[in-house]
C-alpha cells in the first residue's frame, strides 16, 4: 500500500487522481507510476476494471470513494460519474482546466499534486469554470497524455497567473443547469428535466442555432464564442417552460409548404437533421416526438421521420 496519498476530491476523475498520487511520490509520469505498480495508466483512464481495482487495492480504503471517479470509454460512449454521452459532447484528447481553480487548488506553496481535474471540464458544453466564470483553458500536449493531469499541468504551470482572463459577465444559465445536473444537484424544475442530459442540452445549442441564424446555421463553422451564445438564447427559451417554448417555434411552422408531403426537417432544418442523426440515443426520439406533435398543429398531415 502507498503511504503518500492524497484525500480524493468531489467531481475528480479517478484519472486525475492517479495522476497527482504519483506527482506526490515524485514520479512525473503517471504511466511510469502505474507500470510501477502493475496496472496501466492509459486503461485506468478508460475505465478497465482489472487496472482500476488494482490502483484502488493499492490506496487502501481511508481515501474517499475514488472508483466514484471512474470515466469508462468505449468507441462511442464515454460513461462519466455524471452521466453517459456521445464521444463527441466530451473533451478525451486533451486536457481542460481553469486556471484560477488550479491557483487555488496549489496555493501560494504551489504544491502541483493539490490541484484536480473535474470531471465536468471533459464536457463540451462547458466552456466557462462555473465557480470563476473565466474561460476554460485547454492544454495542447501529448493527446495519449492528455488524462495524465499533473503532467499536463506541469507544462501550462509557469503560465498560469496570464491564462486567467476576465470574469464573464454573461448570465450562465445554460452552463450552470448542465453543471448542476453532471453533479446530482437538486432539479431547477425546468422543462429540459425529463430529457438525459446529453438530448436536452445538445437541442437547446441547437434551438438556439435555428432561432439566431435561421433553418440552416452553419454549425461546423461554429467556435467555442458561437457554442456559448446560441446555447445561452437557446436555454432563455426553454427555461421559460413549455408554453413559451412553443410559441418560440411558432414562426418556424408557418412556413407553405410547396409540396403537400410535410416533414419536422423541412420545418426546423439542421435542429431537427441534427436530432434524426442520433435518434438511437437517449432522449432524442422524446424530443423529436414532442417538436412534431408542436408542429401538427398548424401541418395535421406531418409526416414523421422517426424510424420507429
Ligand atoms: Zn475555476
Known amino acids: 500500500m502507498l503511504s503518500l496519498t492524497v484525500p480524493f476530491q468531489p467531481n475528480e476523475t479517478l484519472a486525475s487522481y492517479c495522476s497527482r498520487i504519483a506527482a506526490l511520490n515524485g514520479i512525473e509520469s503517471a504511466a511510469e507510476f502505474a507500470s510501477h505498480f502493475g496496472f496501466n495508466f492509459g486503461r485506468l483512464a478508460e475505465g ?3 487496472d482500476v481495482n488494482v490502483f484502488c487495492a493499492l490506496l487502501g480504503s481511508r481515501q474517499g470513494r475514488p472508483a466514484d471517479g471512474v470515466v469508462i470509454q468505449s468507441r462511442e460512449f464515454v460513461e462519466t460519474p455524471g452521466g453517459t454521452f456521445s464521444r463527441e459532447f466530451l473533451e478525451t484528447d486533451r486536457c481542460r482546466f481553469c ?5 487555488n487548488d ?3 506553496a504551489r504544491r502541483l499534486h493539490r490541484a484536480f481535474g473535474r470531471v465536468e471540464w471533459m464536457m463540451k458544453f462547458v466552456h466557462t469554470c462555473p465557480e470563476h466564470g473565466i474561460r476554460l483553458q485547454t492544454v495542447s500536449g501529448d493527446r495519449l497524455k492528455a488524462s495524465d ?4 499541468l506541469r507544462t501550462a504551470i509557469a503560465d498560469l497567473e496570464n491564462l486567467a482572463g476576465p470574469r464573464s459577465t454573461r448570465p450562465a444559465g445554460f452552463q ?7 453533479r446530482g444537484g437538486p432539479p431547477h424544475g425546468n422543462w429540459l428535466d425529463k430529457f438525459p442530459l446529453q438530448s436536452a442540452a445538445h437541442f437547446t445549442q441547437l434551438l438556439g442555432a435555428v432561432a439566431k441564424y435561421g433553418r440552416e446555421p452553419e454549425l461546423e463553422e461554429f467556435d467555442d464564442d458561437d457554442w456559448v451564445e446560441v446555447s445561452d438564447i437557446g436555454y432563455a427559451m426553454v427555461s421559460r417552460g413549455e408554453q413559451a417554448l412553443d410559441s418560440a417555434l411558432d414562426p418556424f411552422f408557418d412556413l407553405k409548404p410547396i409540396r403537400r408531403k410535410i416533414s419536422l426537417s423541412m420545418l426546423l432544418g439542421r435542429l431537427s437533421v441534427e436530432l434524426l442523426e442520433r435518434a438511437d440515443q437517449p432522449g432524442y426520439t422524446e424530443l423529436l416526438r414532442y417538436l412534431e406533435n408542436a408542429a401538427r398543429w398548424k401541418h395535421p398531415t406531418l409526416t414523421s421521420e422517426l424510424p420507429y
Not at 149 to 152: K, L, V, Y
Request: proline content about 9%; overall charge negative; charged content about 15%.
Open 99 to 103: 486556471p484560477a481553480c488550479v491557483a
Open 149 to 152: 493531469f499533473s503532467a499536463q
Open 176 to 182: 450552470d443547469y448542465v453543471v448542476n445536473r453532471l
Open 106 to 108: 496549489i496555493g501560494p
Open 48 to 50: 478497465w476494471e482489472t
